[in-house]
């Protein structure tokens, strides 16, 4: 991991980059480079992350990619032709997550999968996620986290120590609670362009609000019932359709059925 971050920082420019929430001293480069760090640190830990096979459930894969292109295709995702964009599948039935690193790489539990109830959350959790990697969220919270100082001595080259460290942070990185209300109303807006109800997202904190336990990675987060507001006042404002696509959870059983 060392070296490959080496390259990234050594390649990055040294510009304080302005983004909507925040000041980034990454270029669009770093980002993607990053993430493809992170993904394969990732497929090297089969034990953590035990993948689901592609060639063994194409169907679970062909409509997760068809889900992630009509959201790419929204015209509203700033990075859709820049990021890459990979979407993985971790098969582990335990766990409600969905994470996103920079660059645009993905992954979804199949636990999350299995808990919801409409493809249309779903879609909603993807639309999420992927704000999280447009909106450049990862390397924001880099710049936060260690500070311009630190991250441009790397970038000349001057404190090259530092890098696991760096490495390490963006492994266990959090999103901060802005962040988090920005996927979700980045959310709206993608899914607005699309066949998926757009407050597709507040479904899952619905859900969660019923749940006996609250997955540990949402322990940071803004309150589930406030997001849920959000999410659908959000919706509201933009005049968005809120009517599922998925109406009867059809959609959403063939995908669960193509799962192990």
Known sequence: MNTAYTM??????????????????FNIQDDIELGAQLRDEIVANPADYPPLDEAAHPEAYNIMYAMRDEILASGQVRYAEDFAWELRIIDDPETLNAFAAPGGYIWFYTGLIEFLDFEDEVAGVLGHEIAHADQRHSTQQLTATYGLSTLASLILGEDP???????????????????????????????????????????????????????????THP??????????????????????????????????????
């Open 8 to 25: 990234i920082v050594s390649a990055g420019a040294l510009v304080l980059i302005g983004c909507d929430s925040g000041v980034n001293i």
């Open 223 to 260: 309150n589930s019932a406030t997001r849920v507001e959000d999410i659908k006042a959000e919706a509201a404002f933009q005049a968005c359709g809120t009517e599922r696509f998925d109406a009867d959870g059809a959609q959403l059983q063939v995908l669960i059925d193509s799962l192990p």
């Open 161 to 219: 120590g530092t890098l696991t460290q760096i490495a390490i942070g963006l492994a266990g990185l959090s999103f901060s609670r802005t962040d988090e209300s920005e996927a979700d109303r980045f959310s709206v807006t993608y899914l607005c362009e699309t066949r998926y109800a757009s407050d597709g997202a507040a479904g899952f904190f619905e859900k969660l609000e019923s749940s006996v336990e609250i997955p540990e990675f949402l322990s």
